[in-house]
C-alpha cells in the first residue's frame, strides 16, 4: 500500500494528502469490499508520514490541486489585426500534432511544439498570444508565458524556470538553486497537467530545451528571430519565417491604434505604412503619435520622410525598431557586420547573392554562405528567386535598411575599394549579357567576376524584361559608368532595354541624364539605330511619367531618324557584294520594326490619356507599319491596343499563348490587361479581378504598370458595388445626402468593395506621386474620389476633389487630350459626389458636361456609363423641363466668373457644384481659363484637345504624319 500511496502522491501532490486518500480508499473499497472511510484514515495516515519523511530529501514542496490553479484565458489585444492565414495554418499543425498523440500515446514524445519566428518588429509576439487565445480552450490548467530574452541578451535558464515556477504557485523558497533540479521539477508538476507554455523571444534552442516540459498534454509556442527549428529537431519547412502584413492588414493596424478609418486619409496612412516598412512595432509607434500627441497622419508622413531621422521618430518610450535591429546586428560576426552594411551600397532593392562576391571580394561559395546567414539572421528578407536566373534573391526591409546604412561608417575604409568592385562586377555581367543578346555587340572585357561556365548571363538574356525590373537602379548607374570607361557600345545598349520601365522612387534627373548620355555614346559609336534606339527609350519614359509633350516630340523625331536609316539602308541593297547586301537588308528591317515600335508607342499615349479618336488614329498608322515590318510582337501588340480602344476582345493573342508562355513580357502584360477589360465588360468581376492580380504579380519593380493596374482595380470594384448595390447605388430621394443604397453588412464581399476601391485608388496615387506623375496623380485621386462617395465618406470626398480641382487647373495647357479627358474624369466624379450629397440639379448638369467631354475624346464607353446613370436619375427625380439635357445655364456661369476665378488665386473653399467645366456652342472650356489665347505667331490651341486649327499639334492629321 505505502507504494500505491506513493505512486498517488506523486500523481497529484506530495503533501495533497485529501485527494490521494480519497482515490486510494475508493480504489481499495471497490477491490476489497472495505469501508471507504475506514481505508482513507489509514491511507492519509500512511501518505503522511512518507511525506514527512521525504520531505528533506525531496527539499522543494510541489503544489497542490488546489494551488495549481488554471491562469485565466488571455485576452485578445484590442489592436491586433490580420495574421489569419498564420493563425490557420498554427492552428492546423497544432490539431495535427495534438492528433497524433491521442492515437498513439505510448509514442508521444514531449509536448506540442509551435514555433514563430521573423525579423525584429514583425509581431511574433502578439501573434504568440493571439493563437494561445485560440488555443486556451484545449489547455484547462492554464496558460503560462515567459520572456527568454531582456535587451537584447539571452536570460539564465534558471531565472527562466524561477518566472515558470512562481506562475505556476511554487515559493521562491521552494525551488531549488540548481538549474537542473528546476527543470525536473517543472516536469514534474506538470505531469498529467495540459498546460499552454509561450516562450517569447528564444535566443538558442538550447535555451529552449533546457527549460521545455515533457508532459504529452502541454504544448509549447516558441516565438524567436532566428529559426530554431533544426536545433530543437523540428523540420523548418513547417514554419516558414513570418512576414510582414501586407498592405490590408497593416492599414487596419494603423486604424486600430490611431482609433479612426484609414480610408479618410488613405494615401497618408498607405505612405506611412511604407515608411515604416510595414513592420507592426513600427506601425505601432508611428499610430501612437496620432493616439497619444493627437498629431495628424500627414504630419507623421512628414515626420518619416527624411531617411536619417526616421528610425529616431519611431523609437518608443526606448524601445523601437532601431534598438532591436542592434542587438541582432551585434550577434554578427564581423564578416557578416560587414556584408550587411556594404550590402547598402547595392542600389536595386533586391539582389543575388552573387553580389557579396565583389563587395567583400571573397569566393562564390564564401559570399553564398554569408548571404544565407544573413538571412537565417533574419536581417534580410526571401524576394522569392529571380525570374530569369532561379537563383534566390535577397532584399532589406526599409528599416532594417536604414539601420545598415547608419552602421556603413564603421566599414568606411572599404566602402570605395568596394563600390569600385560592384561597378566593375556589374559591368562583367552586363558585358556577358550583351554578348548573348546582341549579335552585333563584342565584348572587350576580362573575366574576373563571372565564371566562364556560368550560365546566368544566358539566362538573363533570355528574359531580359525581368532583368531590367529587378537591376533597373543599378542599370542606370551603369550607362554613365560604361561610357565613362570607354565602352560607348555597352552604354546606349543598357540605355536601350530601359524601355519605359519607371522604377519606385525613380530620380527623374538621373534617369534623363542618363538618356542623354547613352545617345552621346551611340554618336561616338557610329550607331544610327542605336540612338534610335535610346530615343525610343526616353520617349516610352516620358510616357510612363505622362509628359507627353516632350514624349511625343522625341519619338516623332525618333521615327523620322529611323526613316531616314531605312531610306538610306534601302539605297544599299543593290550592291553586288553579297555580304553589304546582307547587312543592308538587315538594317531595313531593323529600322523599319522601329518605326512600328515608334507609333505604337505614340499611339499607346494617346490611349493612356484617355484620347481614343487620336489614338485609333494612330494605331491604324503602327497596324500597317507593324504589318510592313513583319513583326509579330508588335503585331500583337497593336492588335491588344486596339481592342482596348474599341472595347473589344482581341483573337490574338490566344489564352493558350498566355497559358504555355510563348509570349513575350510586354504582350504577356497587356494581354492580362485586355482580358480583365473583357471579363468586366461582361461583369464576370472575379475573372476580371484574377486578370490584373495576375498582371500585377507581373509588374514587380515597375511602378508605372503597378500604378495603372491599381487604378484599374479600383474602378473594377467601384463599378462592381455599382452594379450590385442596385440601381447602380443611386441614392434614394427620401433621405438625400445618405449613402441609401449601401449594401447589407452581412454581405461582407460587397460590402468590402468600397474600401477595396478606396485602398487601390490610393495606391495608384502614391504611385503616381513617386513617379513624379502629375496627370497619373489628378486621374486616380478621380477615381479615389469615386471610391470614397460608395464608401460614404462624402466630407472627405468633396476636400479630395477641391484638391483634384486645383491640380488640374496647375497642369500646362499642352497636355492636350490628357487635359480635356481629365476633366471628363473630374466632372464625372465631382457629378457622382453632388448626386450622393443629393444636389441632383447640379449633379445632372455635371454628370451631361462630362458625357460631353468624354464625347470629345471618343470614349464612348464611360460616355454610355454616365448616361445609364443617368436614366435611373430620371426615373428617381423629376426634374424640370428646363434643366433635362440642356447646357450649363448662364446663373451658373455667372457663378462661375464671380467664384471660381477668385478661388482659385485667393485660396478660399469654392462650391463644389461650381467646380465643372463650362461648354459654349458644344465645345469643352476650364471654368477658370476658358481657352488659352495664342501668342504672336502661335497657334490656337484649344486646352480640351479638340482641333483649335490647322496647325493644331494634337490633331488626326499631325498624328497620322
Not at 509576439?125 to 494561445?132: I, P
Not at 537591376?471 to 554613365?480: K, Q
Not at 461582361?682 to 509588374?699: F, G, I, N, V
Request: with cysteine; net charge negative; hydrophobic share 40%.
Amino acid at each position: 500500500m505505502t507504494g500505491t500511496a506513493g505512486f498517488a502522491g506523486t500523481l497529484f501532490g506530495n503533501d495533497d494528502v485529501t485527494v490521494a486518500g480519497v482515490v486510494m480508499a475508493v480504489l481499495i473499497g471497490v477491490c476489497t469490499g472495505a469501508p471507504v472511510a475506514l481505508m482513507e484514515r489509514t491511507i492519509r495516515a500512511t501518505i503522511g508520514e512518507r511525506a514527512s519523511r521525504s520531505s528533506t530529501r525531496i527539499g522543494p514542496r510541489l503544489p497542490t490541486a488546489r494551488e495549481l490553479l488554471a491562469a485565466p484565458p488571455p485576452e485578445s489585444l484590442s489592436t491586433f489585426r490580420g495574421r489569419s492565414p498564420e493563425i490557420r495554418a498554427l492552428m492546423d499543425l497544432h490539431g495535427q500534432e495534438r492528433r497524433s498523440r491521442e492515437r498513439d500515446p505510448q509514442q508521444a514524445a514531449g509536448p506540442v511544439l509551435l514555433r514563430i519566428h521573423g525579423q525584429p518588429g514583425v509581431g511574433k509576439t502578439v501573434l504568440a498570444q493571439e493563437l494561445a487565445r485560440h488555443l486556451a480552450p484545449e489547455y484547462p490548467d492554464g496558460v503560462i508565458s515567459a520572456n527568454f530574452g531582456t535587451a537584447g541578451d539571452s536570460r539564465p535558464p534558471a531565472e527562466i524556470l524561477k518566472e515558470l515556477l512562481l506562475q505556476l504557485g511554487l515559493q521562491e523558497s521552494d525551488m531549488p538553486a540548481d538549474t537542473t533540479d528546476r527543470a525536473g521539477f517543472l516536469r514534474s508538476v506538470t505531469v498529467g497537467k495540459r498546460i499552454l507554455f509561450i516562450f517569447d523571444a528564444a535566443r538558442h534552442h538550447d535555451q529552449v530545451l533546457q527549460v521545455l516540459p515533457t508532459e504529452p498534454g502541454c504544448a509549447v509556442v516558441v516565438t524567436s528571430r532566428r529559426d530554431l527549428g533544426p536545433g530543437l529537431n523540428i523540420s523548418s519547412s513547417s514554419a516558414p519565417p513570418l512576414e510582414v502584413p501586407s498592405l490590408e492588414d497593416a492599414l487596419e493596424i494603423l486604424a486600430a491604434v490611431t482609433r479612426t478609418g484609414w480610408e479618410t486619409q488613405a494615401e497618408q496612412a498607405i505612405e506611412v505604412v511604407e515608411l515604416c516598412g510595414r513592420l507592426p512595432l513600427a506601425i505601432r509607434s508611428a499610430a501612437e503619435r496620432v493616439a497619444l500627441d493627437g498629431t495628424d497622419l500627414r504630419h507623421v508622413v512628414d515626420l518619416l520622410r527624411p531617411p536619417k531621422t526616421r528610425l529616431g521618430w519611431l523609437e518608443q518610450g526606448g524601445h523601437g525598431v532601431r534598438e532591436r535591429l542592434l542587438s541582432e546586428y551585434q550577434r554578427l560576426v564581423p564578416s557578416q557586420q560587414r556584408a550587411l552594411c556594404l550590402l547598402t551600397l547595392v542600389e536595386s532593392p533586391t539582389f543575388v547573392p552573387w553580389v557579396l562576391r565583389p563587395l567583400l571580394d571573397v569566393r562564390p561559395d564564401e559570399a553564398e554562405n554569408i548571404m544565407a546567414s544573413l538571412g537565417a539572421a533574419q536581417l534580410l528578407e526571401n524576394a522569392k528567386h529571380d525570374q530569369a536566373t532561379g537563383v534566390a534573391r535577397y532584399g532589406f526591409n526599409p528599416l532594417v535598411r536604414l539601420f545598415a546604412k547608419a552602421m556603413l561608417s564603421e566599414h568606411a575604409v572599404s566602402i570605395a575599394a568596394a563600390r569600385n568592385r560592384l561597378e566593375d562586377a556589374y559591368l562583367e555581367l552586363v558585358d556577358d549579357v550583351l554578348t548573348e543578346f546582341d549579335e552585333g555587340y563584342v565584348s572587350t572585357r576580362t573575366r574576373h567576376w563571372i565564371s566562364a561556365n556560368s550560365r546566368a548571363p544566358g539566362r538573363v538574356a533570355a528574359l531580359p524584361d525581368f532583368g531590367v525590373r529587378a537591376e533597373y537602379h543599378n542599370l542606370v548607374r551603369l550607362v554613365s559608368a560604361a561610357r565613362e570607361q570607354g565602352e560607348a557600345g555597352m552604354s546606349w545598349r543598357i540605355a536601350a532595354r530601359l524601355q519605359g520601365c519607371v522604377p519606385e522612387r525613380a530620380a527623374l534627373r538621373q534617369n534623363l541624364d542618363a538618356f542623354d548620355s547613352a545617345v552621346a555614346a551611340a554618336r561616338t559609336d557610329n550607331s544610327a539605330l542605336g540612338e534610335v534606339d535610346v530615343c525610343l527609350a526616353k520617349g516610352a519614359f516620358l510616357v510612363a511619367l505622362e509628359r507627353y509633350s516632350e514624349a511625343i516630340e522625341i519619338l516623332t523625331e525618333a521615327g523620322t531618324h529611323a526613316e531616314e536609316v531605312q531610306k538610306a539602308a534601302g539605297t544599299q541593297t543593290g550592291q553586288p557584294d553579297g555580304q553589304a547586301r546582307e547587312a543592308a537588308v538587315r538594317r531595313v528591317a531593323a529600322a523599319a520594326v522601329r518605326r512600328a515600335r515608334i507609333q505604337r508607342k505614340i499611339a499607346e499615349a494617346y490611349l493612356q490619356m484617355g484620347a481614343y479618336r487620336e489614338a485609333s488614329v494612330a494605331l491604324e498608322s503602327a497596324a500597317e507599319l507593324a504589318e510592313r515590318a513583319a513583326s509579330g510582337e508588335e503585331e500583337q501588340l497593336v492588335a491588344l491596343l486596339r481592342a482596348e480602344t474599341h472595347r473589344v476582345t482581341s483573337p490574338h493573342p490566344t489564352s493558350a499563348d498566355i497559358l504555355e508562355g510563348r509570349l513575350h513580357d510586354p504582350v504577356y502584360f497587356r494581354a492580362h490587361l485586355g482580358l480583365s477589360e473583357a471579363a468586366r465588360r461582361r461583369e464576370h468581376w472575379r475573372t476580371s479581378e484574377e486578370h490584373l492580380l495576375t498582371a500585377e504579380q507581373h509588374s514587380s519593380g515597375d511602378a508605372r504598370r503597378t500604378a495603372a493596374v491599381c487604378y484599374r482595380l479600383a474602378r473594377l470594384y467601384i463599378e462592381r458595388w455599382r452594379h450590385e448595390a442596385g440601381d447602380l447605388g443611386v441614392p434614394l430621394p427620401s433621405t438625400p445626402g445618405t449613402n441609401d443604397t449601401a449594401p447589407d453588412p452581412s454581405r461582407t464581399a460587397l460590402a468590402d468593395l468600397p474600401k477595396m476601391a478606396v485602398r487601390r485608388a490610393a495606391e495608384a496615387a502614391v504611385a503616381f506621386a513617386r513617379m513624379g506623375n502629375d496627370i497619373g496623380l489628378a486621374r486616380a485621386r478621380c477615381q479615389e474620389v469615386r471610391a470614397l462617395i460608395i464608401a460614404g465618406h462624402l466630407g472627405e470626398a468633396e476636400r479630395l476633389s477641391q484638391d483634384v480641382w486645383q491640380s488640374v487647373m496647375m497642369l500646362d495647357a499642352s497636355a492636350g487630350p490628357a487635359w480635356s479627358a481629365l476633366l471628363a474624369r473630374f466632372a464625372r466624379s465631382s457629378g457622382e459626389l453632388l448626386l450622393h450629397r443629393g444636389d441632383i440639379g447640379a449633379a445632372w448638369r455635371t454628370l451631361v458636361r462630362a458625357a460631353k467631354l468624354y464625347a470629345t475624346n471618343d470614349d464612348w464607353a464611360c460616355h454610355a456609363e454616365i448616361w445609364r446613370l443617368l436614366r435611373i436619375v430620371e426615373c428617381r427625380y423629376p426634374f424640370p423641363e428646363s434643366t433635362a439635357l440642356v447646357g450649363l445655364d448662364q446663373t451658373l456661369e455667372d457663378a462661375v466668373t464671380a467664384t471660381v476665378r477668385p478661388t482659385l488665386w485667393s485660396g478660399e473653399r469654392a462650391p463644389l457644384s461650381s467646380l465643372v467645366p463650362l461648354a459654349r456652342d458644344g465645345r469643352t472650356e476650364s471654368r477658370s481659363q476658358a481657352r488659352a489665347e495664342p501668342s504672336a505667331g502661335e497657334p490656337a490651341v484649344d486646352r480640351t484637345g479638340s482641333p483649335a486649327s490647322e496647325g493644331d499639334p494634337w490633331s488626326r492629321r499631325t498624328i497620322a504624319g
